[in-house]
């Protein structure tokens, strides 16, 4: 994790540091003036690096991925919290009918 951590930051530096020499090629074009058409190759390699280094920090520090068991008791909404006080039952939902024949598909 730590190792994911460490390429994550080192992605984030290049991406800094494309930003910045992309603001120093446009104050070079202006001191020359001429116009803008686009980054340097170099600064399009680097964005390309940042964001794949960030991609594969962002997808490796979190951890592993769980699966979602459907059929679980703790994965169910319909369960009501232990503390009732915060519950708000006058809403715009009382405009409909209470009696709803919806059934669910199983």
């Known amino acids: ?8 930051v ?10 910045y020499s992309t603001i120093q090629y446009r104050g070079l074009l202006k001191i020359t ?5 686009g980054p ?4 399009v390699i680097e964005l390309s690096l940042g ?10 520090v979190p951890g592993k991925f ?6 679980s008791e703790e994965n ?3 369960s009501l919290p232990a503390n009732l006080d915060f519950m708000i039952f006058n809403h715009r939902g009382k405009v409909f009918p ?4 919806l059934k669910l598909k199983q």
């Open 1 to 8: 994790m730590a190792l994911g951590f460490a390429i994550g």
């Open 10 to 19: 080192f992605g984030v530096l290049i991406l800094f540091h494309a930003a």
């Open 33 to 37: 003036e001429e116009e803008f058409s």
């Open 40 to 43: 340097p190759f170099n600064v």
């Open 51 to 60: 964001l794949v280094l960030c991609m594969w920090a962002a997808l490796t």
């Open 66 to 71: 769980l699966s979602i068991h459907p059929d």
């Open 76 to 78: 169910r909404i319909v």
């Open 98 to 101: 209470v009696e709803m024949d």
